[in-house]
């Protein structure tokens, strides 16, 4: 069972420059989420979707885009990144309205 | 003040003891509690999830206090596999998730 995917594993970018966090789980879940993590503050939730066709804000939503593609495959995109973007993001699903979390295995951003 | 409130650590412990985290929350609304223990550079995976009856998975004890808005997890006879980062987490519905900063443990040979 691959669970939850996420591309790519390691990013760096100049500021400025754009680019999108792929994220596809096998498990039919209805509800998927992207995190970062950074130290000292912990994982801080950026946008979720709770079901396909839908998305929300999560805390901290600035300088961020999503799209729902699909029930498997959620994507993060930075438009035009920032050093205060760099950081470690996980993609997470979880099965309706349930938070019991299932994460992806992490991309290392980092921004110069 | 943050909404989950953990002691980082690290907690250094030799293989075979009992060690004892704690987490404090805030939002009186929370409805759900979850350990998630996170490795060195990798995900956070589901530990176990806390009741306030006290729940039990093998080695691992976990409680809630509701009226002192408090959750512990007691650990028994650590491995050294155990050593990880453990997150606290408190859910007020799937889109309202909170963690914590997470306590470190190293356990000793």
């Known amino acids: 069972n691959a669970g939850v995917t996420q591309t790519p594993k390691f990013q760096v970018l100049k500021t400025g420059q754009s680019m999108t966090l792929q994220c596809a789980q096998d498990?039919?879940?209805?509800?998927m989420y992207w995190y970062r993590q950074d130290p000292g503050m912990g994982l801080r939730l950026i946008y979720y979707s709770a079901s396909e066709g839908t998305t929300d804000k999560g805390e901290v939503p600035n300088g961020y885009n999503v799209s729902r593609l699909n029930k498997r495959e959620f994507s993060l995109r930075l438009e035009s990144a920032a050093p205060s973007q760099t950081s470690v993001y996980f993609c997470?699903?979880?099965?309706?309205?349930?938070?019991?979390?299932?994460f992806g295995s992490g991309t290392q951003l980092s921004v110069l | 003040r943050k909404e989950v409130e953990q002691d980082p650590g690290p907690f250094n412990v030799p293989e075979g003891a009992t060690v004892a985290f704690n987490c404090t929350y805030s939002?009186?609304?929370?409805?759900?509690f979850f350990w998630y223990r996170q490795d060195c550079r990798k995900e956070p995976k589901l530990l176990m999830s806390?009741?306030?009856s006290g729940n039990e998975d093998g080695r691992f004890t976990a409680q809630l206090n509701r009226a002192s808005q408090y959750i512990s997890l007691l650990i028994r006879d650590s491995k050294l596999s155990d050593s990880a980062t453990y997150l606290c987490?408190?859910?007020?519905?799937?889109?309202?998730?909170?963690f914590g900063i997470g306590t470190k443990l190293q356990v000793i040979p």
């Open positions: 498990m039919n879940h209805n509800s």
């Open positions: 987490v408190t859910s007020e519905g799937y889109q309202k998730v909170t």
């Open positions: 939002n009186s609304a929370s409805q759900s």
């Open positions: 997470a699903s979880s099965p309706t309205r349930n938070e019991k979390l299932f």
């Open positions: 806390v009741y306030s």
